[in-house]
T-cell receptor, first 114, second 112 residues
Framework: DAGITQSPRHKVTETGTPVTLRCHQTENHRYMYWYRQDPGHGLRLIHY???????DKGEVSDGYSVSRSKTEDFLLTLESATSSQTSVYFCAIRDRVDQNTEAFFGQGTRLTVV | GDSVTQMEGPVTLSEEAFLTINCTYT??????LFWYVQYPGEGLQLLLKATKADDKGSNKGFEATYRKETTSFHLEKGSVQVSDSAVYFC???????????FGTGTSLTVIP
């Protein structure tokens, strides 16, 4: 299994509070991704990173920010959590971005905003 | 734009039944196609992949053939087991971007 650790695995937070989710990898892969998984929507890309300090937005980036200060860590921050951000969040990594290279996923973080 | 359309679920089958989960795609260029599986409470795992037209990916008794003429990558298994109960995602990797594109997932339940 690819060395990807997400923390925390579960979190309950109140509306309006900031929340940070962490993704840590031991594979030295350049590319890292944050997805959210919701019923009927599958996985939707929030943000991704193509190197240290290099990030870009995905299709559902509003309300989220990311940072990557080291190759191994990719942080997702909800600046002010809302109930619509209740979801399961997955981190993924890829070694290269040619079309043949698969992504490896973490175990997920279940976030509930009350 | 690039996208994946996956058969709606949920799907319920009896053990040893034949499984097909449909997946079609839209893409420019020469994409690769993937099937991922998600067991309850876990992340996604790569099940199989195909990187060019007419390639067949296979793993754990599952198969899928990359059909360029019908833009499809349907997942099949001849005899499902209870342990195959999971959510299955079709995904597309393109040569032009950084992203993977996922289908909405199909939940499979296999009953004894």
């Amino acid at each position: 299994d690819a060395g990807i650790t997400q923390s925390p695995r579960h979190k309950v937070t109140e509306t309006g509070t900031p929340v940070t989710l962490r993704c840590h990898q031991t594979e030295n892969h350049r590319y890292m991704y944050w997805y959210r998984q919701d019923p009927g929507h599958g996985l939707r890309l929030i943000h991704y990173s193509y190197g240290v300090k290099d990030t870009d937005k995905g299709e559902v980036s509003d309300g989220y920010s990311v940072s990557r200060s080291k190759t191994e860590d990719f942080l997702l921050t909800l600046e002010s959590a809302t109930s619509s951000q209740t979801s399961v969040y997955f981190c993924a990594i890829r070694d290269r971005v040619d079309q043949n290279t698969e992504a490896f996923f973490g175990q997920g973080t279940r976030l509930t905003v009350v | 734009g690039d996208s994946v359309t996956q058969m709606e679920g949920p799907v319920t089958l009896s053990e040893e039944a034949f499984l097909t989960i449909n997946c079609t795609y839209t893409a420019t260029g020469y994409p690769s196609l993937f099937w991922y599986v998600q067991y309850p409470g876990e992340g996604l795992q790569l099940l199989l992949k195909a990187t060019k037209a007419d390639d067949k990916g296979s793993n754990k008794g599952f198969e899928a053939t990359y059909r360029k003429e019908t833009t499809s990558f349907h997942l099949e298994k001849g005899s499902v087991q209870v342990s195959d109960s999971a959510v299955y995602f079709c995904a597309l990797g393109t040569s032009t971007g950084n992203q993977f594109y996922f289908g909405t997932g199909t939940s499979l339940t296999v009953i004894p």
